[in-house]
């Protein structure tokens, strides 16, 4: 069992910069593949990145590729979105999420664990 808390949401102008945390409990983060999701209202969740076990791996949704960074630190047991460049499109609720297995996904439906989610609002 895994419970994700994140954290550092909030309001701020277009090309601005805001740091997304998730912090996990439960024995199985550091051997578990995260992502990170968003949802803006009236759309599906999408994919924004996603980083395996060991943070050697990455990928991120080509709409955010060169202005977000996945990141963790397994010993804080948090994951990490780095979001640079912000634009007013970029405004959803940022979720992240875990598989219980070594690897992410870039499905929603293939992660066991869900975050309640953040709240980040661009202005333009």
């Known amino acids: 069992q895994v419970q994700l808390v994140e954290s550092g949401g909030g309001l701020v102008q277009a090309g601005g910069s805001l740091r997304l945390s998730c912090a996990a409990s439960?024995?199985?983060?550091?051997?578990?593949?995260m992502g990170w999701f968003r949802q803006a209202p009236g759309k599906e969740r999408e994919f924004v990145a996603g980083?395996?076990?060991?943070?050697?791996?990455?990928n991120y949704a080509g709409s955010v590729k060169g202005r977000f960074t996945i990141s963790r630190d397994n010993a804080k047991s948090t994951v990490y979105l780095q979001m640079n460049s912000l634009k007013p499109e970029d405004t959803a609720v940022y979720y992240c999420?875990?598989?219980?297995?070594?690897?992410?996904?870039?499905?929603?439906?293939?992660?066991?664990?869900w975050g309640q989610g953040t709240q980040v609002t661009v202005s333009s």
């Open positions: 980083i395996n076990w060991s943070g050697g791996s990455t």
């Open positions: 999420a875990a598989t219980g297995r070594m690897i992410y996904y870039t499905a929603p439906g293939q992660y066991d664990y």
């Open positions: 439960g024995r199985t983060f550091s051997s578990s593949g």
